[in-house]
């Protein structure tokens, strides 16, 4: 019963492939977030939505592109995967006061 | 420049002992500050918000503007406090939308 839902878990992929990660949620928020998680780094902002026709990016959007296909779907592409893309990637959504996470996806580029 | 900074990347204690988690940071405005954890393979969930000046698993967080801290506190540490301990800021009502720390791993030992 998981309120944010995140595919695929783990996935490894080749340089230069594209690669999509999809979340959903079921909390009913407009608003939508994906950040990427490095060792010493914290999480970082990679892009976020605010409704379905309000898309912005973040800290750390190079590289990366996304789309909004409803309230409830909020999907994070990478055109064309490089070794410093693996990382650790969630998907989180938010009431405004709150975030609420996925249990996030493993992402290795070799 | 926004920033939040936890200086310490690993904080181990022996059960029973006090434990102060740091957060330091820079904004210009008025920030809401938040502590988020991340157990063993569990996702990332909210601990305390500054605004609330709650108590959650015995830990509290004051903010002190004077000095820019938001320290995380607990009296006597537990066993199950063991985690990773996230510090982030946002701007009012922008709750999803965090700049996090590095992260402090606690680690709490019998």
């Given at each position: 019963d998981a309120d944010v839902t995140q595919t695929p878990r783990n996935r490894i992929t080749k340089t230069g492939k594209r690669i999509m990660l999809e979340c959903s949620q079921?909390?009913?928020?407009?608003r939508m977030y994906w950040y990427r998680q490095d060792p010493g780094l914290g999480l970082r902002l990679i892009y976020y939505s605010f409704d379905v026709k309000d898309i912005n990016k973040g800290e750390i959007s190079d590289g990366y592109s996304v789309s909004?296909?409803?309230?409830a779907k909020f999907s994070l592409s990478l055109e064309s995967a490089i070794p410093n893309q693996t990382a650790l990637y969630f998907c989180a959504t938010s009431d405004g006061f709150e975030a609420f996470f996925g249990q996030g996806t493993r992402l290795t580029v070799v | 420049a926004q920033r939040v900074t936890q200086p310490e990347k690993l904080l181990s204690v022996f059960k029973g002992a006090p434990v102060e988690l740091k957060c330091n940071y820079s904004y210009s405005g008025s920030p809401e500050l938040f502590w988020y954890v991340q157990y063993s393979r569990q996702r990332l969930q909210l601990l305390?918000?500054?605004?609330?000046r709650e108590s959650i698993k015995g830990f509290t967080a004051d903010l002190n503007k004077g000095e820019t801290s938001f320290h995380l506190k607990k009296p006597f540490a537990q066993e199950e406090d063991s985690a990773m301990y996230y510090c982030a800021l946002s701007r009012?009502?922008?709750?999803?939308?965090l700049i996090f720390g590095q992260g402090t791993e606690l680690s709490v030992k019998p």
């Open positions: 079921t909390k009913g928020h407009d909004r296909q409803a309230q | 305390l918000r500054h605004i609330s009012y009502n922008q709750g999803g939308k």
